[in-house]
């Protein structure tokens, strides 16, 4: 983004220090196996007691899909964005930037080469990752500082799991999170859709409080009616 100007009344923060979080992350829960087995046991002297059939194990593991808050530290945001859809979540640099739900690291940018005198906007977002999640749906953050070790296309992430560290790359010009939720469309490469499709404010201010509200059905609905968008939209 050119400048971060946040429309409306956005609350304002000190970016000195992080005062703890804004709540544990929830980790990924391992299988669920439904049913097991049993035998009863039998004597000579008694006739074999009837039995109810017992389920069968589930052939597939169930993934229970959890959300969490995307930055751990003080932060504010506004429900509006420039331009397009998206969130600024405003925080201090160094803060954790980390998984808001389980899934696959799609695209990583480890090195920031925008430059104000290019603008590319496949550039602006400096360090970047965006990750597809086990529900479906597409997340990124960028104007990172540094990217978390292990974190490359292709990486399993658990919900909550540190992806990156908040900082100013790119086209900012103050310590905050760029948040986007988009379907997944390319998955990478399409950098117009990953910045962000529908506004993430109603979620986030789900998961601040530790709720689960999941954006599944915006995404679907918004891809339903515009497809996947092969340039963009807005030039910002």
Not at 126 to 135: A, E, F, H, M, Q
Not at 154 to 175: E, I, P
Request: charge should be positive; charged fraction near 15%; include cysteine.
């Amino acid at each position: 983004m050119r400048k971060l100007v946040l429309a409306g009344a956005a609350i304002g923060l000190t970016l000195t220090a992080a005062a703890g979080c804004s709540g544990k992350p929830e980790g990924d829960s391992g299988p669920i196996w439904a049913g097991s087995t049993q035998s009863l046991p039998t004597s000579a002297a008694a006739p074999p007691a009837a039995t109810a059939a017992a389920p069968s194990p589930s052939a597939t593991a169930a993934t229970k899909v959890t959300y969490t808050f995307p930055v751990i530290g003080k932060n504010s945001y506004a429900r509006t964005h420039h331009d397009y859809p998206a969130s600024d979540v405003i925080t201090a640099c160094g803060n954790k930037f980390v998984a808001v739900t389980s899934g696959v690291v799609l695209a990583v940018s480890a090195k920031d080469t925008w430059t104000a005198k290019k603008n590319d906007g496949a550039t602006r977002g400096g360090l970047s990752v965006s990750i597809l999640g086990d529900d479906g749906v597409r997340y990124y953050g960028s104007h990172l500082s540094s990217i978390a070790d292990g974190i490359e296309p292709g990486a399993r992430v658990k919900t909550g799991q540190t992806l990156a560290k908040t900082g100013d790359t790119g086209d900012a010009s103050a310590c905050h999170l760029h948040f986007g939720i988009s379907p997944p469309c390319a998955k990478q490469g399409d950098w117009w859709n990953q910045r962000g499709t529908l506004y993430p404010w109603p979620y986030l201010d789900s998961w601040r409080k530790d709720g689960q509200k999941s954006p599944v059905a915006a995404v679907k609905a918004w891809q339903k009616k515009n497809g996947c968008p092969k340039a963009p939209t807005a030039d910002a």
